[in-house]
């Protein structure tokens, strides 16, 4: 099983539609998670950070769920501009090394 | 921007060669991880220097090498090129300390083609 995992789509929503990514991790070890946004032949960067009490950044809400090892992400309102692949990123505690899902493509159309 | 900057971005081998590919971190980083990144894939984890010293290694080969220098800035050496080696190989610069948000900034990458 791998450590960190994900669907990688394509997910292919409206503009205006809402649209959730789960992402699941092996390790119960886990302790830090990140979204990271990576669009087409571009570097990855971080979209948010996951906090056990779940966050918010405008349209984007992050959720992290311990039991069921798993953390997702929620985009409300889609744009054009989130086309993209969003990056699941999870680092075990006392380790300094992160380890990335396979990402999942999402595609905003018109 | 992240300030961090790799080099060559773009480059040619073919099987057998070697290749070394180089990284700047950003100004006031002390750690790198480079990364391989197949295309579809994500970045898989090949190792990752922390003052001069490797901090962790992946499941590479050891014809996958590198360095950090005094300045923080790094190097990755492959030698013995294969076709699989094909991918970006991204380098990410972070702070480890008591502040470490675990924040990784990436350089945009140097994309290899074996022949």
């Known amino acids: 099983r791998k450590e960190v995992e994900q669907d990688p789509g394509p997910f292919n929503v409206p503009e205006g539609a809402t649209v959730a990514f789960n992402c699941t991790y092996s390790?119960?070890?886990?302790?830090?998670f990140f979204w990271y946004r990576q669009d087409c032949r571009k570097e990855p960067k971080l979209l948010m950070s996951?906090?056990?009490s779940g966050n918010e950044d405008g349209r984007f809400t992050a959720q992290l769920n311990r039991a069921s090892q798993y953390i997702s992400l929620l985009i409300r309102d889609s744009k054009l501009s989130d086309s993209a692949t969003y990056l699941c990123v999870v680092r075990v505690g006392g380790s300094y090394i992160p380890t990335f899902g396979r990402g999942t493509s999402l595609i905003v159309h018109p | 921007e992240t300030g961090v900057t790799q080099s060559p971005t773009h480059l040619i081998k073919t099987r057998g060669q070697q290749v070394t590919l180089r990284c700047s971190s950003q100004?006031?980083?002390?750690?790198v991880s480079w990364y391989q990144q197949a295309l579809g894939q994500g970045p898989q984890f090949i190792f990752q220097?922390?003052?001069?010293?490797?901090?962790g290694r992946g499941n590479f080969p050891p014809r996958f090498s590198g360095l950090q220098f005094p300045n923080y800035s790094s190097e990755l050496n492959v030698n013995a090129l294969e076709l699989d080696d094909s991918a970006l190989y991204l380098c990410?610069?972070?702070?480890?300390?008591?502040?470490?948000?675990?924040?990784?900034?990436f350089g945009e990458g140097s994309r290899l083609t074996v022949l």
């Open positions: 996951v906090y056990s």
């Open positions: 220097y922390y003052r001069e010293e490797e901090n």
């Open positions: 100004s006031g980083h002390n750690t």
């Open positions: 390790n119960s070890a886990s302790q830090s």
């Open positions: 990410a610069s972070s702070l480890r300390g008591p502040t470490n948000t675990g924040e990784l900034f």
